[in-house]
């Protein structure tokens, strides 16, 4: 009969790894089973080969459902990881044992169908459904509910180990296990212990508080890795070493009859699943991150895992690594205060009968010597040196999708390596290699793949030659490569197909015209003539001025800086000229008898729409635009923060003289105005912006000129008005506003005695910008 041999381990627990890997090496077993997902056993050989570097996952998944798929990450440190790679290296057959990912994803499917379907067959009827108000089912809600406290939080936290905790005099499990396992040396003893700890407890507590769908999926998976450990016995192995979670040890060691657990696996739905290995980070490593097995510190167990020296070395050196951390910062941190904190851990050690410092000793003996009690110095210690920045890599020879492969030679061809650490890229797009980056983060983003976000000011502006981006690689994105396989083998094939899918579902005007503008960027002609197809075809039916007036600013950007990009931009000439005739046409109707908030709404839209009309310059477009605009001002009805706004605009563009604006501030702030009324034309008219007080001499004049024609009483009467209108400026701009004032009333910034050769100085640059931005023609 086959020697069984369990070893009982943490996932990702070091102490445990270490202790696997020397009891492996005394066992030398010919057989190792491991709790995983069996369809990833044709990848175990490649644990060891050249390119593979932790932290890794295994990713199964469903081809034909994407939206089914799991992780099982591995770190260096992770017992189950130096099982594979005991293994393959001593050339042993390791198999995973945990129930398949294929019966897994189809008991998924199944439930997610007949929840559908009882859904569709039950409709609800009454609020009281709906929201949840039956007293019964909330008070059964709560599975601690009627406990004592102990048990209320044991219950609460699904944490069985907190008994034997603070049996120990500990706060919590998770204490406990580091100080006994997981932070001391390598013991083959330790999995006999490990065992005997976790079968009483399981005896005495039963299964933690989880629902009946979850412990029947426990039940079929201990099942099933009872039924492996079975076949592997009868094919003849003398030594059998099983690795499993400790909590599992219990299930695998019970007498249960064979025939009992292949009656519960029977008929089990199925799905088809593949396997592959992807890079995974210490930071998806954590329980923040949502990682159900997830730990606090990633970086603190691969410093105990590495660690080779006495425990208190252990300490040493991990201070050590803070200090370092902290002089690159220009923080002071001499050798006395590492030597101070060593001593500080050592003692809160001692003082709580540990025979070395942990990290709860190390973390309150550097908030206290090194921060000075400032936690905010902590934050930094924890991005860095808690979790890290570490991210795996995965050989070539890993079996994956053909976009992935095409993705990979895009990403070794421009010199764009996936790290975790985010860093920024500054891209000039007169430069070949730097606008196909651009191009492929562009394409990458309309595949739902966000690698890189753009900045929209500085340098990243529209019309400039640079993009400035921020890159950070997550590793869920290797899953969501693979679901946009579907789409096309190659990143512009798949992105514009899914461009293409996405326009067909898009309603508002405002995100077609984003998308055309996306897919000129990516250079994705196949995309763009279908989005402006879509666009062309929803702006022939809708009479919204709002959507009309927010699709303007990404065409009109297309169309003006197209060329500086590298794109052709002229095909969105035509939809953008008819949108503007259209957005004219519907706009005086839409500013009719709005309230406050809805003329703030079109407010911002018409100053938006009115700068990508700019852009366009266009006669027969500026024109139709400056009709709507005047007739807003001055028709009935109109919010008056839409008719200030409008007389403003059209005095910038020279459409409206002096005097008929003077006339209408005269009409708008006159004594019989309403106060209210006559404070939000001034707020339109002012533009919220006291740059145009400041530098435009005509504005400044005429509110001057209407001050001081106003008597004492009329002054005092609207003076409240004004200074509701001014408090929107910032100090500053008000304290210019009042040396502005000091000055008088000037007519010209310029004399007209210099403006000859002050313009002809103006014109020298011009052709040489023309020639830059591409505007010769």
């Known amino acids: 009969m086959s020697a069984l041999h369990y070893f009982g381990v943490r996932h990702h627990g070091p102490g445990c790894a270490r202790s696997l890997r020397d009891a492996l090496f005394a066992l ?107 007293p019964a089912a909330s008070e059964a809600a709560d599975p601690a509910e009627g406990l004592a406290p102990d048990e209320a939080d044991a219950a609460a936290n699904h944490d069985p180990l907190s008994w034997l905790a603070r049996a120990a005099g500990y706060d919590d499990g998770e204490a406990w296990w580091n100080q006994l396992v997981e932070e001391r040396g390598a013991a083959e003893s330790i999995f006999p212990a490990i065992s005997e700890a976790m079968i009483a407890l399981r005896q005495e507590l039963g299964d933690p508080v989880r629902s009946a769908d979850e412990a029947q999926r426990e039940k079929l998976r201990e099942a099933h890795m009872r039924q492996c450990i079975r076949a592997a016995q ?10 499993c979670g400790a909590w599992h040890l219990a299930g695998l060691q019970a007498e249960v009859k064979a025939r009992d657990d292949a009656a519960l696996l029977k008929g089990l739905p199925k799905l088809k699943v593949q396997a592959t290995w992807v890079p995974w980070s210490y930071r ?37 690594r803070i200090a370092r951390l902290m002089r690159a910062r220009d923080l002071d941190c001499s050798s006395a205060h590492l030597i101070e904190a060593t001593r500080l851990a050592e003692a809160l050690a001692a003082l709580r009968g540990r025979p070395a410092p942990s990290l709860e000793e190390l973390q309150e003996a550097t908030r206290s010597v090194f921060a000075m009690g400032d936690d905010a110095v902590l934050s930094f210690i924890r991005d860095e040196l808690l979790v890290g920045d570490r991210l795996g890599t995965v050989p070539a020879s890993v079996p994956t999708v053909p976009l992935q492969r095409d993705l990979e030679q895009a990403q070794k061809s421009l010199r764009l390596k996936p790290e975790a650490l985010q860093k920024t890229l500054d891209l000039d797009l007169r430069q070949p290699n730097d606008l196909a980056r651009s191009q492929l983060l562009h394409r990458l983003s309309l595949m739902d793949i966000p690698w890189g976000h753009i900045a929209t000011v500085g340098r990243s502006a529209r019309g400039s030659f640079h993009e400035i981006w921020t890159l950070q690689w997550q590793p869920e994105f290797a899953l969501r490569v693979i679901e946009a396989s579907r789409w096309g083998q190659t990143i512009a094939q ?15 005007l405002a995100e077609l015209a984003q998308v055309v503008d996306n897919a000129l960027l990516a250079d994705l002609q196949t995309a763009v003539n279908a989005a402006t197809r879509a666009l062309q075809d929803r702006a022939a039916l809708t009479g919204d001025a709002a959507q009309l007036l927010t699709a303007l600013p990404p065409l009109a950007n297309v169309f003006r800086y197209g060329n500086v990009r590298g794109t052709d931009a002229a095909l969105v000439a035509q939809v953008l000229d008819g949108l503007i005739l259209r957005a004219a046409i519907s706009l005086p109707l839409a500013a009719m008898a709005l309230d406050e908030n809805a003329a703030n709404t079109l407010r911002e839209s018409v100053l938006a729409a009115h700068k990508a009309i700019g852009l366009r310059d266009s006669a027969e477009q500026t024109g139709a635009w400056q009709r709507a605009l005047r007739q807003l001002a001055e028709a009935a009805g109109v919010h008056p923060l839409l008719q200030g706004l409008c007389l403003r605009l059209l005095l910038e563009a020279g459409v409206c003289g002096n005097d008929d604006a003077a006339q209408a501030m005269s009409l708008h702030l006159s004594r019989g105005a309403d106060p209210a009324q006559a404070a939000a034309w001034l707020d339109g008219f002012l533009n919220r912006n006291a740059t145009v007080l400041l530098h435009d001499a005509t504005v400044w004049g005429l509110l001057d000129a209407w001050l001081a024609s106003l008597s004492e009483d009329h002054f005092l009467g609207v003076l409240p008005l004004v200074r509701r209108s001014f408090s929107a400026f910032g100090s500053s701009e008000r304290h210019d506003l009042a040396q502005r004032a000091s000055q008088g009333v000037l007519a010209v910034p310029v004399s007209a005695a210099h403006s000859d050769w002050e313009l002809a100085r103006a014109l020298q640059p011009l052709p040489l910008l023309r020639q830059l931005m591409g505007l010769n023609g």
């Open 284 to 320: 998806h490593l954590t329980r923040a991150s949502g990682y159900g097995a997830g730990i606090h510190s990633p970086g603190w167990y691969e410093h105990l895992w590495r660690s080779q020296g006495a425990p208190l070395e252990r300490a040493a050196g991990w201070l050590a």
């Open 234 to 243: 009868k094919e003849g192995f003398e030594r059998i070493a099983v690795v």
């Open 494 to 508: 798949a992105a514009s197909a899914q461009t293409v899918d996405r326009c067909a579902g898009l309603h508002s």
């Open 28 to 134: 030398q077993p010919d057989c190792v089973l491991v709790e995983g997902p069996p369809e990833a056993d044709a990848l175990v050989p490649l644990a060891i080969a050249d390119g593979m570097q932790t932290p890794v996952a295994l990713l199964s998944y469903c081809p034909e459902e994407p939206g089914f798929a799991v992780y099982h990450p591995f770190a260096e440190f992770s017992p189950e990881w130096q099982a594979l790679q005991w293994a393959a290296r001593a050339g042993v057959p390791l198999r995973f044992i945990d129930l398949p990912r294929a019966n897994d994803f189809g008991l998924d499917k199944a439930r997610k169908d007949a929840a559908a379907l009882a859904a569709q067959s039950e409709p609800v009827s009454g609020l009281d459904e709906v929201q949840g108000d039956d």
